[in-house]
């Protein structure tokens, strides 16, 4: 077996998620992420450098997140690629925004799921940005009788290993089912 340095360790999946905000004068933003994960019922959690995004976040105390897809790997990895302090990352895509119903913060109706997140609290010195989840937009053609079903949807994932994106695949088990035959043994 091959021993890596830790601080290459592959740890996996690792979301692909879209940052939206406004800045003070409205102007949207959005930024990718892969270091977030959900931290508590109705709580996400995300590792961040500092960017426009998290001085947009201080100021408006919002913020949303989208779930990347095969559909939206595009303008997901040039959301990744280029600053917001450069310019308009979202016009440049030609993504159409509309302001989310709850939360002061850019829905970007390109991503079929969308969370409304309000900063519980976010820490420059360790990066560390949790929101609290009040809210979530999905399009109809990604839902299963009421629920968000990822086979339709379709999320990518980042692969550290090859710098590539990954497709979540199908189901290969049941939660809460599959373990009972050694359970009950």
């Known amino acids: 077996m091959a021993e890596f340095d830790s601080k290459h360790a592959v740890i996996c999946p690792e979301g692909v ?11 949207p933003n959005a930024m990718n992420a892969a270091w977030g994960q959900q931290s508590d019922y109705e709580e996400i959690t995300f590792f961040l450098a500092k960017h426009k995004t998290t001085e947009n976040l201080k ?3 919002a913020f949303t997140v989208a779930y990347a897809t095969v559909d939206t790997l595009e ?5 990744g690629m280029e600053t917001g302090a450069h310019g308009n990352k979202i016009e440049k895509a030609k993504c159409h925004v509309h302001r989310a119903p709850h939360v002061n913060a850019p829905i970007i109706e390109e991503y079929p799921v969308s969370l409304e997140c309000t900063v519980k ?23 299963t009788d009421g629920k968000v079903d990822l086979g339709k949807l379709r ?4 692969d550290p290993s090859f ?3 990954r497709t979540i695949g199908p189901a290969a088990g049941r939660a809460f ?9």
């Open 17 to 27: 998620f879209i940052l939206g905000t406004y800045d003070e004068n409205g102007v």
């Open 59 to 61: 100021k408006t105390g």
């Open 75 to 79: 303008i997901s990895d040039y959301f």
């Open 121 to 143: 609290s976010y820490d420059d010195a360790t990066g560390v940005l949790t929101g609290k989840i009040v809210s979530m937009q999905a399009d109809d053609a990604v839902l």
């Open 155 to 158: 999320p990518i994932m980042f």
């Open 163 to 165: 710098n590539v994106y």
């Open 177 to 185: 089912h599959d373990g009972l035959k050694i359970k009950n043994s």
